[in-house]
């Protein structure tokens, strides 16, 4: 009996001493797989960085080709301004340089609400492609990643597509042909004077005087004409008119002579009336409903030719809104020093906003059989005896096996061993990735900042509210928004976010790694003002000629209704309330 034990004891210990190392050998084999894993995920993240920064560079070097396009009807222009603004975008810490081939103009169409469709080519180019390399054979070399030679790979082959189009636009010319439009910009509509440049016997309802706002406007408009018949772009152009009531006088049309025949009738005809501009804002909005040419497509825009004094009609701010509800852009441009500036912005400023509010929780609810019940939430779980009667079986004591208590001690040293080392691939996997995740927040807020303020009227403190929002969703809280210039003016070419975030003060925890590292990014793209040809195009004024010696033959002129003038002497009775909104 006791030779039977000592041959089981010694048995036993054989087998104790092959499983001692099972524990580092399993590490040993799992290790070198996670730090495989680990290298990958990291390259993939920082090529997936790259690539984004590239695609932000390629975009904004077709905005500012396609933008100087627009406006110097160059292609050559048009390159040289792409690759000035490419190479103030980086990507993996270089400025992007593009060369001539990485620039193809051409022609962009589309039918309905489908969309533009590219070709290379053609006499009159609208769009700019730009493909941005990062390739072999590249100026800028291929992109290098963070572990080079993994998978026998040192350098990765990519590029980025992008392109800028002139969009389609018809615009509504809506033009204020009220009395007080025959007064030069520099006086004073007050009737019953007569405006400094009339002549002896001149008289409303003759052909409107060489020197006087309405002649400004029309030359504008010349100008204005000739630039869009210049445009590469195919635009339609609509004409409505008012004083104190409102006239469609011509459909969209891509003829705009007609624009001209429609004014010159006013011209040689010069009216009496109010101003109501918010009549003729609800004209300019039928102008897109009633005219057949309309396009689907086409952006909407009305633009608002005035002296900018409303006295009669509907609000023009509330004529200006319900023009935004239906996807309506509206400009102003005002043709005397009279004009009530601060209505004029109200109603270009008049915007739409939409919240969208998202509030979700969804719970999954799981039952294991055996010996236990989970419910798993979202962020707790609760074990629970199971209920169920199929689950419950008689079981005995359960007896601890001896040999097990022996070899226990062996497994918990051999972990002690492990358990750093996974503890530390595992925390250090985490803090790249969340470096990474960084990195693309602030480059997505540099952009989606710089997208905002480009637009005319926007200001600093709004790209810094954009910018603050996008990185809140990612977690970033402590970061330095810089945007330059830090006022921006209607004469600002171009604006640049800058973002710097410290990954320590950002990061989920404790930083062992990547404590010291700052990460920045930035963004420029060129202004979106809007168009001065209109008002560049009003001639400068003459001084107006001197009062004629006075006559006492001449008898004083006869007293005039104060209703035919558009500016009456005495106070105006208060526009009438603007209708019930919609």
Not at 213 to 227: C, I, P, S, T
Request: proline share 8%; charged share 20%; aromatic share 6%.
């Amino acid at each position: 009996m006791s030779g039977r034990m000592n041959s089981v004891e010694r048995l036993s210990g054989v087998r104790r001493a092959a499983r001692t190392g099972s524990v580092m050998l399993l590490m040993a084999i799992v290790l070198p797989v996670m730090f495989i894993l680990a290298a990958y995920a990291i390259n993939t993240a920082s090529l997936e960085l790259r690539r984004t920064e590239l695609y932000v560079a390629a975009d904004v070097a077709a905005r500012a080709g396609g933008r100087e396009l627009s406006t110097s009807q160059t292609t050559a222009a048009a390159i040289v301004r792409a690759k000035q603004i490419a190479l103030k975008n980086t990507v993996g810490k270089k400025p992007l340089n593009l060369r001539d081939s990485d620039l193809e103009f051409g022609v962009a169409e589309r039918t309905g609400l489908e969309r533009y469709n590219f070709a290379a080519g053609g006499a009159n180019p609208n769009a700019l492609r730009v493909t941005a390399h990062r390739t072999t054979g590249s100026i800028d070399g291929p992109l290098e990643l963070p572990f080079p030679g993994f998978l026998s790979q040192d350098k990765v082959d990519t590029f980025q597509v992008a392109i800028s189009t002139q969009v389609q636009v018809d615009i509504a010319l809506v033009i204020d042909r009220s009395g007080s439009m025959a007064y030069a910009s520099d006086e004073a509509a007050i009737y019953p004077n007569m405006p400094a440049s009339a002549p002896a016997g001149w008289d409303f309802g003759d052909p409107a005087l060489p020197i006087c706002r309405w002649r400004d406007l029309v030359a504008a408009v010349d100008v204005f004409r000739v630039e869009l018949q210049n445009s590469p772009a195919n635009e339609l152009l609509g004409l409505a008119t008012y004083n104190d009531t409102v006239a469609f006088d011509q459909p969209l049309t891509s003829d705009y002579s007609l624009i001209s025949d429609g004014l010159d009738v006013y011209t040689q005809s010069f009216s009496v009336g109010a101003t109501n501009i918010g009549g003729g804002i609800m004209q300019g909005i039928d102008v897109f409903t009633g005219s057949p040419a309309m396009r689907d497509g086409a952006i909407k825009v009305i633009v608002v030719l005035t002296d900018g004094i409303h006295n009669t009609g509907t609000d023009p701010v509330w004529a200006a809104g319900q023009a935004k509800n239906q996807g309506v852009m509206i400009f102003t441009v005002t043709f005397s020093n009279e004009a009530e500036q601060w209505r004029m912005k109200d109603v270009a400023s008049e915007r739409q906003r939409h919240a969208l509010s998202c509030d979700r929780r969804e719970r999954t609810e799981a039952c294991l059989c055996g010996d236990r019940q989970m419910f798993a939430y979202f962020n707790h779980t609760v074990i629970q005896p199971c209920q169920h009667a199929h689950c419950h079986t008689s079981r005995g004591p359960k007896k601890t096996s001896s040999l097990f208590m022996k070899r226990r001690g062996a497994y918990v040293v051999e972990f002690a061993f492990v358990l750093p080392v996974l503890t530390l691939v595992v925390f250090a996997s985490i803090e790249f990735f969340r470096v990474a995740n960084m990195r693309h927040a602030i480059d997505s807020a540099t952009y989606e900042a710089c997208r905002i303020v480009i637009v005319p009227g926007a200001t600093t403190a709004e790209a810094e509210a954009r910018a603050n929002k996008i990185l809140e969703r990612y977690g970033l809280n402590v970061a330095d928004i810089t945007v330059t210039p830090t006022v921006i003016a209607e004469s600002t070419p171009e604006v640049t976010v800058k973002i710097d975030a410290a990954v320590s003060a950002n990061a989920w925890y404790l930083t062992r790694f990547t404590g010291g590292v700052n990460l920045s990014a930035e963004t420029t793209l060129l202004t979106e003002r809007a168009p001065t040809i209109l008002a560049s195009a009003i001639p400068e004024p003459p001084p107006p000629p001197p009062p004629p010696p006075s006559d006492p033959t001449v008898g004083s002129p006869p007293i005039r209704s104060p209703t035919v003038g558009s500016r009456a002497s005495t106070e105006p009775p208060p526009p009438p309330p603007p209708p019930p909104m919609l």
